[in-house]
T-cell receptor, first 114, second 110 residues
Framework: SAVISQKPSRDICQRGTSLTIQCQVD?????MFWYRQQPGQSLTLIAT?????????ESGFVIDKFPISRPNLTFSTLTVSNMSPEDSSIYLC???????????FGEGSRLTVL | GQQVMQIPQYQHVQEGEDFTTYCNSS?????IQWYKQRPGGHPVFLIQ?????EVKKQKRLTFQFGEAKKNSSLHITATQTTDVGTYFC??????????FGRGTSLIVHP
């Protein structure tokens, strides 16, 4: 299993600013992902955070808007840049731990952009 | 690309009634996972199915994987208020990251 600490848990931000979300895992993991969950919606994969190289972004998400860092196998950050109200969402860090492909999720960061 | 459709979007039941959510994929899956998200919480893994026609049970929860490995269902017998939450299926294709369905929100009325 994996225990994931994510912060901040919530924040209220002004339009045009940027916010960085941190994800810390209690063990080394190869695969780490960032998801977005808009109110009442499903989980949408933003990107795979790759250790030592650039993140792999899904269609509709770009590095300039969502820069990601992954300096080691236990830590990653996601920045939401130049925020607009449409970015109001829950952002979730997730990892694969073990052999089954089971995803473990952080508690999420609830972001409100005014 | 792969699409995973899940129905219904919402389901209201009286406590003690049964509940079922269905998941359908546009492509053949290598596995399907199910997650539960309590209100205000994060998704928590319930189970993974990998074999055609597989059926697994966890107490009052029964999970099925279709023969063609393109559909799955989760059935809860005699719902309780603790079952409240959103249930997501997530379909996987080999080594690819699973695609999540939209989820079914279960509301249980006491």
């Amino acid at each position: 299993s994996a225990v994931i600490s994510q912060k901040p848990s919530r924040d209220i931000c002004q339009r045009g600013t940027s916010l960085t979300i941190q994800c810390q895992v209690d063990s080394q993991v190869t695969m780490m992902f960032w998801y977005r969950q808009q109110p009442g919606q499903s989980l949408t994969l933003i990107a795979t955070a790759n250790q030592g190289s650039e993140a792999t972004y899904e269609s509709g998400f770009v590095i300039d808007k969502f820069p990601i860092s992954r300096p080691n196998l236990t830590f990653s950050t996601l920045t939401v840049s130049n925020m607009s109200p449409e970015d109001s969402s829950i952002y979730l860090c997730s990892v694969v731990a073990g052999d089954t492909g089971e995803l473990f999720f952080g508690e999420g960061s609830r972001l409100t952009v005014l | 690309g792969q699409q995973v459709m899940q129905i219904p979007q919402y389901q209201h039941v009286q406590e003690g009634e049964d509940f079922t959510t269905y998941c359908n994929s546009s492509t053949t899956l290598s596995n399907i996972q199910w997650y539960k998200q309590r209100p205000g919480g994060h998704p928590v893994f319930l189970i993974q199915l990998v074999k055609s026609g597989e059926v697994k049970k966890q107490k009052r929860l029964t999970f099925q994987f279709g023969e063609a490995k393109k559909n799955s269902s989760l059935h809860i017998t005699a719902t309780q208020t603790t079952d409240v939450g959103t249930y997501f299926c997530a379909g996987g294709e080999g080594s690819y990251i699973p695609t999540f369905g939209r989820g079914t929100s279960l509301i249980v009325h006491p």
